[in-house]
């Protein structure tokens, strides 16, 4: 794919995918592209986690739709071939988080996708997609599960730069996370705190007194 047309995203978001057992499997490396694709991801591509772990879910039972998402990933890697991840000089740590769900988003049975990064001076420092164990009911329960990764992501990265910091007797950032919907959250936040809702107790408990949230 050498010569392949760029595109702006790496996922078609008017296209979901899903799997048929009466479709035929696709004759193609799909295996070892995604395999490819998930070491580029983990090592300096935070850009295209959510579209790999997607293509993921496939791995079993490769059909035509699926490996033409597996090409689309490709072609935006093609245009875009002069990213990468570059730290800016500062002053000031500036230590930040955001996090996101992609609610209902599989087709099959119906579970979200939590998606989180961290950026230090500018730049990705870790990040992560991964499809949720439950079925959230609403937006805002996804997106209450996906903050609560992204939380235990952010507490470990943000201990660790306290105590390298300490070393030059420097104070440690704020850790600051930033969810998909601020509105969401804070309707979600205030029914929390009157028990209305139980669905995801845990998750709120985690949540609360653990961060400030961003507008």
């Not at 979901?16 to 580029?40: C, I, Q, W, Y």
């Not at 500036?94 to 998606?115: H, V």
Request: glycine share 8%.
């Amino acid at each position: 794919m050498d010569e392949c047309k760029a595109v702006v995203s790496p996922v078609d978001i008017s296209t979901r995918l899903s799997s048929s057992d009466a479709a035929t499997k696709v004759n193609a490396p799909f295996r070892e592209a995604v395999g490819a694709l998930m070491h580029l991801m983990t090592a300096t591509r935070p850009d295209i986690a959510y579209a790999v772990g997607y293509v993921s879910r496939f791995m079993e039972n490769p059909q035509e739709e699926h490996w033409v998402a597996v090409k689309r990933i490709f072609r935006y890697l093609q245009g875009t071939k002069t990213h990468g991840i570059c730290f800016k000089p500062g002053n000031k740590i500036d230590f930040r988080g955001y996090s996101d769900a992609d609610w209902a988003g599989d087709l099959a049975d119906r579970k979200s996708t939590s998606g989180y990064t961290f950026m230090l001076m500018g730049a990705p420092v870790s990040w992560g997609s991964k499809k949720q164990s439950s079925v959230s009911l609403s937006t805002s329960e996804a997106e209450y599960i996906a903050l609560s990764l992204a939380i235990q992501e952010g507490k470990w990265i943000h201990r660790l730069l306290c105590e390298i910091l300490a070393a030059t007797n420097e104070a440690g950032p704020e850790l600051k996370i930033r969810d998909g919907r601020y509105g969401s959250w804070t309707r979600s936040l205030y029914e929390a705190e009157g028990g209305t809702s139980q669905t995801v107790g845990p998750e709120r408990r985690h949540l609360r007194g653990r961060m400030k949230i961003r507008k």
